[in-house]
């Protein structure tokens, strides 16, 4: 059985920064992309950034420049480094891996909340 189990998240003042981690363990074979989503209240779940296995990466316009994903291969996790947070931000984020298992398919975190406000 495969989990992905995320940390980091809370409550941020605008301009700062928050990293959020996530690790896959279990019956591994291997981890193709893995990225992380978010859901803000009311909204659709959008990709906020993706990265292959290869560290090719992906960022939705809105957090280029600001946010910075990166894995670590070894350790089948992947990080979000998130700085010059905004309101707008806000939102519950969810970590996903591409897992090659006995079940292949695409697994998420728990989700973990993040809150920017004053």
């Known amino acids: 059985q495969v989990q992905l189990v995320e940390s980091g998240g809370g409550l941020v003042q605008p301009g700062g920064s928050l990293g959020l981690s996530c690790s896959a363990s279990?019956?591994?074979?291997?981890?193709?992309?893995m990225g992380w989503y978010r859901q803000a209240a009311g909204k659709e779940r959008e990709l906020v950034a993706s990265?292959?296995?290869?560290?090719?990466?992906n960022y939705v316009d809105s957090v280029k420049g600001r946010f910075t994903i990166s894995r670590d291969n070894a350790k089948n996790t992947v990080a979000l480094q998130m700085n010059s947070l905004k309101p707008e931000d806000t939102a519950v984020y969810f970590c996903?891996?591409?897992?090659?298992?006995?079940?292949?398919?695409?697994?998420w975190g728990q989700g973990t909340q993040v809150t920017v406000a004053s």
């Open positions: 279990g019956s591994i074979f291997r981890v193709n992309d």
């Open positions: 996903y891996g591409d897992i090659v298992t006995y079940a292949n398919g695409r697994y």
């Open positions: 990265i292959s296995s290869g560290r090719a990466t």
